[in-house]
């Protein structure tokens, strides 16, 4: 049996080599599954939407050939559920564009007949000035990261 930090990186990896089954393995397929993309959309709810959306990806002009923790990785974990957070570099292609791609990451992750499955995916960037007001961190404090 792998541990939740193992199905998440399993995950990455399977991105990583193109082999949906791998990724599909790593998630559940259940209906409860709720995914927040990094792309246009806002979220994909159930197994088979999850599923349908992989096989998307894989089609687009889009790809991910590595990653590395910047933050993390952080587990917390109990009989039934866990969390993998941190922040992740992924080294990106794009359109045949290489870049760099920084993200905020957050699997739950499920045991679910023995396995851990991820249930959740949530993958975001800070937002420049969500508020409308600038940045409400004091000037000269310390940041927390």
């Given at each position: 049996m792998t541990t939740p930090l193992g199905t998440a990186e399993a995950m990455l990896t399977a991105v990583i080599e193109r082999r949906l089954d791998g990724v599909l393995e790593t998630f559940s397929p259940a209906d409860d599954a709720y995914v927040f993309v990094e792309g246009?959309?806002?979220?994909?709810h159930g197994g088979d939407r999850i599923k349908a959306g992989w096989e998307a990806y894989f089609k687009a002009p889009i790809r991910i050939d590595g990653f590395r923790w910047v933050e993390g990785p952080f587990v917390w974990e109990s009989d039934t559920l866990a969390q993998v957070v941190g922040v992740i570099d992924y080294d990106i292609?794009?359109?045949g564009k290489a870049g760099r791609l920084r993200m905020r990451m957050t699997w739950l992750v499920r045991r679910e007949n023995g396995r851990w499955r991820i249930v959740h995916e949530h993958g975001s960037q800070p937002l420049k000035d969500p508020y409308g007001a600038g940045d409400?961190?004091?000037e000269g404090a310390t940041p927390i990261s």
């Amino acid at each position: 049996m792998t541990t939740p930090l193992g199905t998440a990186e399993a995950m990455l990896t399977a991105v990583i080599e193109r082999r949906l089954d791998g990724v599909l393995e790593t998630f559940s397929p259940a209906d409860d599954a709720y995914v927040f993309v990094e792309g246009p959309r806002w979220t994909t709810h159930g197994g088979d939407r999850i599923k349908a959306g992989w096989e998307a990806y894989f089609k687009a002009p889009i790809r991910i050939d590595g990653f590395r923790w910047v933050e993390g990785p952080f587990v917390w974990e109990s009989d039934t559920l866990a969390q993998v957070v941190g922040v992740i570099d992924y080294d990106i292609m794009g359109d045949g564009k290489a870049g760099r791609l920084r993200m905020r990451m957050t699997w739950l992750v499920r045991r679910e007949n023995g396995r851990w499955r991820i249930v959740h995916e949530h993958g975001s960037q800070p937002l420049k000035d969500p508020y409308g007001a600038g940045d409400w961190w004091p000037e000269g404090a310390t940041p927390i990261s």
